[in-house]
């Protein structure tokens, strides 16, 4: 076979390795009301840029960076409304409801509120649970009943792990310390609830890496996403890529997922996608698991 042919045979199959790699799960998606919009979002991030300037701006944004990406599924975490909102929107059967929750009571929700709920679908992802900024963890007995419910309906659980907004303990979260996003700190959860799908969302952050790295390897169950700290700030971006390099390593990449945790700056989807791309110590197979596979598997997706 002539040279040229073989060259030519073997970018094609380049291409069609690359084009395999396409389809991503996002695991961590805020939504918003224009309610939403003021004290909790900053208007700048890291970098100055400008948030979207209201709850539709931010919406239509955020589709289109799907639609670009071609990010199948989305698990959509925000208040209630904006949540249903959302799904109404939703024509491509992207949006997996979640639900962005601090306190047991926020949104007047209780137990049986909560039952309810998902029963009828309208809470498919319990999470983000931001237990962190309310000066709780999920250990605590407030939560219990939620996670039982969760463990007997095969809801899967989302907790915030790591620190939060810079300056947010000084407005809207005072109550928030450092301390409390150690994944070790929802050990009773797991050893309480082994039939529980729950993932860590920031993979522990920037402090506690190693944590739920060590977590991750004791309890078999556990998975992570890495949303926010791809894009966020030097920072982030320097100590996801230690722990996926340890995770490499260590052999738990398979339950590593993607998420973006855009926040009010939906151009941070695109950020995150090609920061995880350029990691060159990640094999193209390894990245299409963190991009899609892991997360519909952890999802139970047909
Ligand atoms: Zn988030």
Known sequence: MPKTILVLLAFC?????????????????????????????????????????????????????????????????????????????????????????????????????????????????????????????????????????CERYDVPVAVHTGGGDPGGTYSWSPKARL???????????????????????????EEWHEHALRLMAYYPQLYTDIAVMLWVEPNTQRTVTEFLMNAKHAGYLDRVMFGSDQMVWPYAIEKSINFLNSLDFLTAKEKEGIFYDNAARFLKLK
């Open 179 to 205: 301390i409390k996003g150690d994944p070790y700190l929802i050990e009773d959860v797991l050893v309480k609830y082994p039939k529980l799908r729950i993932y860590l969302m920031h993979n522990g952050g």
């Open 13 to 149: 199959f380049q291409c069609s390795l690359v084009r395999a790699q396409t389809k991503i799960i996002d695991m961590h998606i805020h939504s918003y009301s224009d309610a939403d919009f003021g004290e909790r979002e900053p208007t700048t991030d890291y970098y100055g840029m400008k948030g979207a300037s209201n709850a539709e701006v931010h919406r239509v944004e955020t589709f289109a960076a799907f639609k670009k990406w071609n990010i199948v599924k989305a698990m959509v975490s925000g208040n209630p409304q904006s949540v249903e909102e959302w799904a109404a929107k939703d024509d491509d059967n992207q949006v997996i409801r979640g639900i962005l929750i601090f306190s047991p009571d926020d949104y007047g929700l209780d137990s049986i509120k909560f039952e309810q709920m998902v029963k009828d679908g309208k809470i498919e992802v319990f999470g983000e649970i931001g237990a962190y900024y309310s000066g709780t963890t999920l250990s605590d007995p407030i939560w219990q009943p939620y996670l039982r419910i």
